[in-house]
């Protein structure tokens, strides 16, 4: 069964150091999305992308915060420098395209944990 | 603004049934979904519904909308030790799919 994957799962940093996460959708999915999920609250979302097109960042501390997805497939998530507040988990998630008014699965993958010291 | 709320806790007897509540603010959403995390994992779609329906049933779940309240409940009947989890109420905001998710209420089984 076709799954959206994440590396790293887990990963440990210290404040103002730089971290990526990287995302693979599922395959024909045009539709990927980052969320954050600090814990014990449910998922926020950062950014939305349409193949390489930035649909919604409005949500992304743009700052500190970049995502990419030059080829339309792949995706990549960077903080720089990262805070103690950034620690959560960050979830990708991937559909098969925008479709406003109709229904859109979004499948997500295992997600990233972030701690950041 | 739109926002997602739903209780933060419930516990159930194994094999009672559960409901789980939520309420929402965008009236013009046109899907809201349920979806179920278990510890340490992404987010599993359990179920959805259409914003002009009332109800959905899809084996051990019931979903019940009503859209002049803008409330939602999520049942599972028979619950089960494995149901136990985390559930997130979402709405279905804008024209891009865009999902606003409740805080999620975690529901323990015990014997």
């Known amino acids: 069964e076709a799954e959206v994957a994440q590396s790293p799962r887990y990963k440990i940093t210290e404040k103002s150091q730089a971290v990526a996460f990287w995302c693979d959708p599922i395959?024909?999915?045009?539709?990927l999305y980052w969320y954050r999920q600090i814990l014990g609250q449910g998922p926020e979302l950062l950014v939305q992308f349409q193949d390489e097109s930035v649909v919604d960042d409005s949500q992304l501390p743009k700052d500190r915060f970049s995502a990419e997805r030059l080829k339309g497939v792949d995706s990549t998530l960077k903080i720089q420098p990262a805070e103690l507040g950034d620690s959560a988990m960050y979830l990708c998630a991937s559909s098969l395209s925008l479709a406003g008014g109709s229904y859109n699965e979004q499948f997500f993958g295992p997600g990233t944990r972030l701690t950041v010291l | 603004g739109e926002d997602v709320e739903q209780s933060l806790f419930l516990s159930v007897r194994e094999g009672d049934s559960s409901v789980i509540n939520c309420t929402y603010t965008d009236s013009s959403s046109t899907y809201l979904y349920w979806y179920k995390q278990e510890p340490g994992a992404g987010l599993q779609l359990l179920t959805y519904i259409f914003s002009n329906m009332d109800m959905k049933q899809d084996q051990r779940l019931t979903v019940l909308l009503n859209k002049k309240d803008k409330h939602l409940s999520l049942r599972i009947a028979d619950t089960q030790t494995g149901d136990s989890a985390i559930y997130f109420c979402a709405e279905e905001v804008g024209g891009y799919n865009k999902l606003i998710f409740g805080a999620g209420t975690r529901l323990a089984v015990h014997p």
């Open positions: 395959s024909g999915h045009a539709t």
